[in-house]
């Protein structure tokens, strides 16, 4: 049956023009599927009635059972915090929540200190963007273009890192937070105890290292003869033309800091220094369900917004490192 | 012009003017790097090796420590959960690969698949990923509530009996895989979706001539053409799930009866429940080594197969 396989294209579509004529419409006869990609799936054999009926099938079904597996949660979460106690004890559960109040919201703000946790961890993302461009740009600008001595053992060093496990060293590293080395500073409860483990990342250096590598030469060396010095030639020539990964960088920071749980969990115990998901953890037996769910759904708009804004560099980020290896 | 008549003006006084340069260059480049080496040194080189150290020493941060040997092993091993924890850890890790490794290779073979609503498809998986661990988390102990959750009540519209979800041995672990799995997914599931847009369309064409079938194109050409990044992603996978820590904590507290304490929870729970830190380090730094021997394939791999 599905010798038609190797069937040329033209020949491929005759037999799908009778189910064609059927239904009438002016713009049949209809445009083949795009098959500027070749996939497992052969373009001919999609190209047939049957194959049609079977993509229009397995197409529904993906975005039918994606939409309930990803979307209706979310949307449970949403419509859940505008439901009263007694209508999510309701059985069977009311699919629209019986009238649209914005109070669990509200009461979720007030109770929770909603403004504070997400101030708090506004702060501590910011801050440790701006340290972390500051500290991995310039050492990866060093160890690719100022080559200095040892260089790469420093860099080796920096990618070993990636090797431990974070879980692990989470003790020792809370160990140095509460009583650094030499200076003796308790930096529990300060934002300095999230910006500076925050700009140890190896994956960023090791990002930016890649993509400053393939600046050409030549263009700092012309800088460098009208007098720049490193730092000059790093803010004026190098920075502008790296863009694109100073915003994946950026963007990976901010969003793992927003999302990093245990690390603030041990470093921010405090109560008015907590990040949102500890804030929200920690006071998550105490509330009503309603609540809670409004407080939950209130600390993801931060991230879904950014993820909306930056789609494309955050898919990016996900396959930079990955790809290459 | 310049550039040509610069390297000449050098090349008479070369010696003293290279060393020069070569110190300035030394001096500056450190100097760049001084910020990283800082934060490296403190938050990332000495934790390390203090991991170690913490080991094999008891500290109770008064007196000065002590070197106890292989005390704090002992202390470990001879824990009744320690067993638990391990064998719930590899059981997670396990449970986890088979959902959360095969369902967004087969996921994304599909979408590479579908010509129309790709762009909501990619939004749509990749979303949860985006929320928060804990609100993912939190969010997921509301659907398993036994009473009033959602998955209960979806069971009870097909008229089928309400699990106890998080409350029994024989489920709890699996709702965690569950959870793990549904806020994952998204990013295997792109990584695999790029990576199958690089297999060349030649070759379905070529298996295609030779008469292979649909599953046989699948199994002959897109395995073998995404199998480094299919064994990358084993790695990395196994490493992160080995340090399942967050879902015992906010779902069960490691219960019920042990049925989901973790290595790490047990870890944490040593540090800061039972007072013991050195136990703690003694416990992570076998994990750590365990977990240092796929991280250690990894590397091997990505450095052999990199561009």
Redesign the interface.
């Known amino acids: 049956m ?1 010798d038609t ?2 069937m040329p294209d033209r020949s491929a579509e005759t037999p799908a023009s009778p189910a064609r004529h059927e239904r009438r419409g002016q713009w049949r006869p209809r445009k083949p ?2 098959t500027q ?6 373009p001919h054999q999609l190209n047939t009635a049957r194959g049609r009926i079977i ?1 229009w099938i ?2 529904v079904i ?2 039918v059972s ?2 309930a ?3 209706f ?2 949307y ?2 949403i419509t ?1 915090a505008m439901k009263s106690t007694e209508e ?6 009311t699919f629209l929540p019986s009238h649209f109040s914005l109070d669990g919201y509200l009461e979720a703000w007030d109770l929770l200190g909603l403004g504070t946790l997400l101030g708090n961890t506004a702060l501590y993302a910011g801050g440790a963007w701006l340290l972390t461009l ?3 740009v ?2 990866a ?3 690719s273009k ?4 040892l ?1 790469k053992v ?1 860099l080796a ?2 990618l070993s ?17 509460q009583d ?2 030499f200076f003796h500073w308790n930096l529990l409860n300060t934002p300095w105890a999230i910006w ?2 925050a ?2 990342n ?1 994956f960023n ?1 090791f990002l930016l290292k890649r993509f400053f590598d393939s600046i050409p030469r030549e263009l700092l ?2 800088a460098e ?1 009208d007098g720049a010095s ?2 000059r030639i ?1 803010w004026s020539v190098v920075i502008p033309i790296s863009r694109p990964i100073l915003g994946v960088v950026s963007i990976l920071t901010v ?1 793992n800091v ?2 990093d ?2 690390w603030p969990l ?1 470093v921010l115990p405090d109560s008015d220094k907590m990040s ?3 804030g ?2 920690s006071l ?1 037996s105490q509330m009503p ?1 309603n609540v ?2 409004a407080s ?1 759904v209130i ?2 708009i931060p ?2 917004v ?2 909306f804004l930056f ?1 494309r560099h ?2 990016a980020g ?2 930079a490192g ?4 | 012009m310049t550039t040509a008549s610069i390297p000449a003006a050098g090349g008479g006084r070369r010696q003293p003017t290279r060393l020069r340069r070569a110190v300035r260059r030394n001096v500056t480049a450190y100097g760049f790097l001084c910020g990283a080496l800082i934060c490296f040194g403190f938050f990332s080189w000495y934790p390390m090796v203090r991991e170690v150290i913490l080991s094999f020493q008891k500290t109770n941060f008064v007196d000065p420590p002590r070197w106890v040997g292989l005390e704090n092993f002992r202390t470990v091993v001879n824990d009744p959960t320690f067993g638990p924890a391990w064998v719930n850890t590899a059981l997670f890790t396990v449970l986890a690969l088979v959902c959360g490794y095969g369902i967004p290779f087969v996921a994304a073979i599909v979408l590479n698949e579908l010509r129309h609503a790709r762009a909501y498809l990619r939004f749509v998986v990749y979303l949860p990923v985006m929320l928060p661990p804990a609100v993912s988390v939190l969010l997921f102990q509301w659907f398993y509530n036994p009473d009033y959750g959602l998955f209960n009540q979806v069971l009870d519209l097909f008229h089928l009996p309400g699990l106890q979800w998080l409350n029994s041995t024989s489920t709890a672990l699996i709702s965690l895989v569950i959870v793990s799995t549904w806020m994952n997914m998204g990013s295997g599931t792109l990584i695999y979706l790029a990576a199958l847009q690089t297999i060349p369309s030649e070759l379905y064409e070529a298996a295609e001539l030779d008469g292979a079938g649909l599953f046989k194109r699948i199994r002959h050409v897109t395995i073998p053409q995404t199998k480094l990044i299919l064994l990358v992603m084993l790695l990395l996978q196994i490493v992160a799930t080995m340090q399942v820590f967050i879902e015992p904590y906010l779902l069960t507290g490691g219960g019920p009866e042990n049925a989901t304490v973790s290595v790490v929870y047990l870890m944490y729970q040593y540090a800061f429940n039972f007072g013991n830190l050195n136990a703690g380090n003694a416990l992570g730094l076998m994990l750590m080594l365990l977990l240092m021997v796929f991280s250690a394939i990894y590397l091997r791999v990505s450095r052999d197969n990199t561009v």
């Open positions: 599905s396989t190797v599927m795009n990609f070749r996939t497992a799936v052969s993509y397995v197409l993906v975005v994606f939409t597996a990803f979307v949660p979310l449970w979460m859940g999510l004890n309701a059985i069977p559960p500051a500290v991995d310039s050492a600008y060093a160890l100022l080559r200095p001595a260089g420093v060093l920096m890192t990636l090797m431990i496990p974070p879980m692990v060293i989470m003790l020792p590293a809370y160990l140095t937070v650094v080395p500076l483990p700009a140890a190896g250096v060396e012309a003869i490193p730092g790093l969003v927003w999302r749980f245990v041990l949102v998901s500890i929200i953890a998550s369900q809670l769910v939950l600390a993801s991230t879904i950014v993820f789609q955050i898919m996900l396959t990955s790809l290459k290896g």
